[in-house]
């Protein structure tokens, strides 16, 4: 298991950042010159999941610092809005499995297979993190205003006695 000599997850999460933006500087300007589009853009590619997970430990970093600029609660309509986007995107997701699934017994090339497999599970990924987060966002940790003012002032005796 590794040690992290202690840090508090905010000093992890902000090193971690600094460690990506140094992987993608890395990667950009290493195929600044290539003129292989494939090679370029797998290299391009993994600077793109670079960036993505600045994004994860910024939104983490927040969560750390329980900042309320990026943390709150859902309007129902963000929720509905949320629900039907998440919805959509996982049937798009879904689509894109089937059919790298179905490709990928027609190629041929262990080069190009591997490719593919390697973007099959990514969508994998993708449409189990949707999942997980349509199930955390819409079914189980969604408070609206409406339930934090229920959890609020439901029970309370009110002065006058109602």
Known sequence: MLKRNALSNTE?????????????????????????????????????????????????????????????????????????????????????????RQMLSQIVDVREKMLVKTILKDELRHHALLKWLYDLIIKDLTLTEDDVFDMTWKDVIWQDGT
Not at 45 to 64: C, P, T, W
Not at 86 to 92: D, M, N, S, V
């Open 12 to 100: 992890f999460y902000s090193q971690q950042i600094k460690l990506e933006k140094e992987i993608i500087k890395a990667a950009e300007a290493s195929v600044s010159r290539v003129k292989n589009i494939l090679i370029k853009e797998l290299i391009l590619g993994i600077s793109q999941d670079s960036r993505k997970h600045e994004s994860i430990l910024k939104g983490l970093n927040a969560l750390q610092e329980k900042s309320t600029e990026g943390i709150r609660l859902i309007s129902e309509e963000e929720r509905e809005e949320l629900k039907q986007s998440i919805e959509t995107h996982i049937r798009l997701e879904k689509k894109a499995i089937d059919t790298y």
